[in-house]
């Protein structure tokens, strides 16, 4: 009688230990390369600043399209830069989230994730639903791309 319990107490414990790698192997995996890909955005944004001379800048997304585009504001402009170069500057846009909201209902989209993006050469507002994605000039608060899912 013992001895099966020795042995079942071993296996339990080889059982844990094998599940234990099995969910740090699956962390690593998962989340490793998006821990990657934050650090690299972070240092390119950490670059920008330092080879312009500013301070405080705010981190505001990462957007991809035709080319990949790091959206930061500080308390004056917002830009658009690449790696190695600035893409675009602009005033600070306003975040006027109900006219956004308002113009989201209009098309007809639900769920509508905002956020900035770089299309043509110009900062845009992206909406984002499972319906489409479109992007809007800040100025006019008009589409200027629409991609319809599915």
Do not use: C
Request: overall charge negative.
């Amino acid at each position: 009688m013992r001895d099966r319990i020795v042995s079942m107490v071993f296996t339990v414990s080889l059982l844990l230990v094998l599940a234990t790698l099995l969910l740090l192997n699956a962390f690593s995996f998962i989340s490793g390369p998006a821990m990657v890909q934050d650090a690299h955005d972070l240092e390119v944004v950490q670059n920008f600043e330092k080879s312009n001379k500013l301070t405080n800048l705010v981190y505001l997304n990462r957007f991809a399209l035709n080319e990949v585009a790091y959206l930061v504001r500080d308390e004056a402009t917002v830009y658009a830069i690449s790696e190695n170069s600035i893409l675009y500057t602009s005033t600070p846009l306003k975040d006027d989230q109900s006219a956004l909201e308002t113009y989201a209902a209009s098309l007809g989209l639900t769920g509508v994730t905002y956020n900035y993006g770089y299309y043509h050469s110009k900062i845009v507002y992206t909406l984002v639903s499972d319906e489409a994605e479109v992007y809007v000039d800040p100025a006019t608060l008009t589409s200027v791309f629409i991609w319809r899912k599915g």
